[in-house]
C-alpha cells in the first residue's frame, strides 16, 4: 500500500491546466513531478525528442541545484565544453535531470547513470536505452509511453527489467510504476499491456527453423547465410567445422554439435521433423565448407559465404594491400570510399547502415567517408552534426541527436569492423610477416575510425577512459618529448599491461597537469575521466 494519496487533480504540478496536460507526455511529467518528492524519479519516452520535450517540461517547476556536487559541476563543465553552453542538457543537469537515449554519445549516458545512482539527478528522462544501463534502483518510473517508436509494445521482459528498479528490498520506499492515461480507452490498453506474463523464452534457433521452412519448405544453410542470425550459426558450425579440422569426423558428429546450440534439444523434442532437417542441412553444408580457408570466417566475422563474395569484390575493384598505404582519413576521399563501397555489399555489414543508405542512396559510400574523414580528424559532434545530418530548417538539437544515432549507433563500429575484415581479406595469411611496426600502424586504422582519433598514443588515452575531445592533449601531457608510443604495448607486452601502466600515470597526475593540458576544464576532465574509468 502507498502510505498517502498522490493527488494530481487540482495541484496544477508543473502549473499545467487539465487541457494542457491532456497527452501521454505531459502527464508523464506532472506525474514525475508530484512523485520526485518520493524519490528519484525514471519517466519513459517513446522517441529522443519526446524525452528532451518531457526534461523540459519537469524543469519548468524546478529550481536550480544550490548545492550540485563536484561531480555534478564536472558533467556540466564537460557537456557544454564538448556541446556548447547553449545545449539543453547543460541547463538540464544544472536543475538536476538528466537525459538518456541513443541521440547521445555513450560516454554522457555513462555519466547520466553515474549521476542518478550517486543521488545528483533527481531525474532522468530517457527512451528504453535505459533499460539496458546501469542497475540503480529509484523510487519511481513513469512511463509516458509502452511502445517503441513505430507503434511497436516494449517486450515484456524489458519492461519488467525498468519496472524492476522502482523499490529494492531494504530501500525503504515501495516503489511505484505509474503508466500516463490520459483517458479511459488507453488506461484500458495500458492495464492489458502491464496483465501480461513474461513468456516462455523461445529458442532462436526454432524460430529460424520454422521461419525458414515456411518460406522455402526446406533448409539450404548457404541460401540462408545472408540473414544475420543464419550468418552466426555458419559461422558457428564453421568455426566448428575447422577446430575438428576433418570433414568425414564433422559429418558423423553433426547432430552432437548441434546439441550444443541452444534450443536444438527443445527443437528435437517439440519438432522432430524440423530437427532431422536441420542435421541434413549441416551435413550438406559441411561438403561446401571442404577446403575452404575458413580462417578468414574467425577473422572477419562473416560466413563463409560472404568471405567469398567479398573476396570477388575486391578482385573486381582491384583494391589490393597498396590501399592501405594510403592516408585513409585524410586528402582524398577515394580509397576510404571504395573499402566503404565493398563494405556496403556486406549483408552482417550493410544492415547496420540501412538508415543511412537509404537516407544516402547512390552516394552512400563517398558521404559515409566524408564524415569518418572530419570524425578522425576531430571534427566535434556539434560541427559533424551541422556540416552532414542537419536538415533544412531544423533545430541545432535534432542535428545532433541524428548524428549521434547514426555516428556511434551505425557507422564508427560498422566501418571499425568492416576495415579489420577487410585487413583480413586483403593480407590473408602474410599480414603476420610483415614488420612489426607495419603491423602494429594496420591494426590500428580501425581503432582510429571507432574512437576518433588519429594518433596511436590517443587511441591508448580513449581506451583508459579519456574522453574523445582530451584524448590528443593528454596523450601529448603523458608522453615526454622524444619518447612517441612510449605508452603503446611494446614487442613482448600484454596490452593490458600498457594500459594498467597509463592509468596509473593519468592518476598521479595531478589537477594542476590536467589544466596545464587542457586549461581551464583540466580540472572537470580529470573528474569526468575518474567517473568514466571507475576511479571513484
Not at 58 to 73: F, H, K, S
Not at 234 to 239: E, G, P, R, S, T
Not at 308 to 320: H, Q, V, Y
Amino acid at each position: 500500500s502507498v502510505p498517502d494519496a498522490l493527488p494530481l487533480d487540482g495541484d496544477r504540478p508543473l502549473g499545467l491546466s487539465w487541457s494542457q496536460a491532456n497527452s501521454p507526455g505531459k502527464l508523464a511529467a506532472a506525474t514525475a513531478a508530484v512523485l520526485s518528492e518520493r524519490g528519484q524519479t525514471i519517466t519513459l519516452a517513446q522517441r529522443p525528442d519526446h524525452a528532451w520535450s518531457i526534461a523540459e517540461s519537469i524543469a519548468g517547476g524546478r529550481e536550480p541545484v544550490t548545492e550540485a556536487g563536484d561531480d555534478l559541476r564536472a558533467v556540466r563543465e564537460v557537456v557544454a565544453e564538448e556541446f556548447g553552453a547553449d545545449f539543453p542538457l547543460v541547463r538540464l543537469l544544472s536543475k538536476g535531470i538528466g537525459v538518456h537515449h541513443r541521440g547521445l554519445p555513450e560516454e554522457i549516458r555513462t555519466l547520466t547513470e553515474f549521476l542518478m545512482e550517486s543521488g545528483e539527478l533527481a531525474h532522468l528522462v530517457s527512451t528504453t536505452t535505459i533499460a539496458q544501463g546501469g542497475n540503480f534502483p529509484v523510487a519511481n518510473v513513469v512511463l509516458a509511453s509502452h511502445q517503441f517508436p513505430y507503434g511497436v509494445d516494449i517486450p515484456a521482459p524489458d519492461f519488467w527489467n525498468l519496472a524492476g528498479r522502482a523499490g529494492r528490498v531494504e530501500q525503504g520506499e515501495v516503489g511505484l510504476i505509474a503508466l500516463a492515461a490520459p483517458d479511459a480507452e488507453r488506461a484500458d490498453v495500458l492495464r492489458t499491456f502491464v496483465a501480461r506474463q513474461i513468456a516462455d523464452l523461445n529458442s532462436t534457433l526454432i524460430e529460424m527453423v520454422r521461419a525458414a521452412l515456411s518460406a522455402y519448405g526446406h533448409l539450404d544453410l548457404h541460401l540462408l547465410a545472408h540473414q544475420p542470425e543464419w550468418s552466426a550459426f555458419v559461422q558457428y558450425l564453421a568455426h566448428t567445422y575447422r577446430q575438428i579440422g576433418d570433414h568425414e569426423e564433422f559429418a558423423e558428429e553433426a547432430e552432437q554439435i548441434l546439441r550444443g546450440t541452444l534450443g536444438f534439444q527443445d527443437l528435437r523434442r517439440t519438432h522432430s521433423g524440423w530437427a532431422a532437417e536441420l542435421t541434413r542441412s549441416v551435413r550438406e553444408y559441411a561438403e561446401r565448407l571442404s577446403g575452404k580457408a575458413l580462417g578468414l570466417v574467425d577473422s572477419t566475422g562473416f560466413s563463409w559465404e560472404s568471405v567469398s563474395a567479398t573476396l570477388g569484390r575486391l578482385r573486381e575493384s582491384r583494391i589490393d594491400r597498396a590501399i592501405w598505404e594510403a592516408p585513409l582519413f585524410q586528402g582524398d576521399r577515394e580509397p576510404l570510399s571504395k573499402l566503404i563501397g565493398v563494405m556496403l555489399q556486406v549483408p552482417e555489414l550493410r544492415d547496420n547502415l540501412h538508415e543511412i543508405t537509404e537516407e544516402h542512396e547512390g552516394r552512400t559510400s563517398d558521404y559515409i567517408a566524408r564524415v569518418i574523414q572530419d570524425w578522425v580528424g576531430g571534427a566535434s559532434v556539434p560541427q559533424l552534426a551541422a556540416d552532414h545530418f542537419k536538415r533544412t530548417g531544423e533545430s541545432d538539437l535534432k542535428a545532433i541527436t541524428r548524428c549521434c544515432q547514426r555516428l556511434f549507433g551505425g557507422m564508427t563500429p560498422t566501418v571499425s569492423w568492416g576495415l579489420s575484415a577487410l585487413q583480413s581479406l586483403t593480407f590473408g595469411g602474410d599480414f603476420a610477416t610483415l614488420p612489426a611496426p607495419t603491423q602494429r600502424e594496420l591494426r590500428n586504422v580501425p581503432s582510429y575510425a571507432f574512437y576518433g582519433v588519429r594518433s596511436e598514443d590517443a587511441i591508448a588515452m580513449r581506451l583508459a577512459g579519456v574522453p574523445r575531445s582530451a584524448a590528443a592533449r593528454m596523450a601529448v601531457a603523458l608522453t615526454p618529448d622524444g619518447d612517441r608510443g612510449g605508452d603503446r604495448a611494446g614487442d613482448g607486452e600484454h596490452t593490458g599491461s600498457a594500459q594498467a601502466r597509463i592509468r596509473t600515470r593519468l592518476a598521479a597526475l595531478p589537477e594542476s597537469g590536467w589544466q596545464t593540458a587542457l586549461g581551464a576544464k583540466g580540472a572537470a576532465y580529470r573528474k569526468v575521466w575518474q567517473i568514466l574509468d571507475g576511479v571513484q
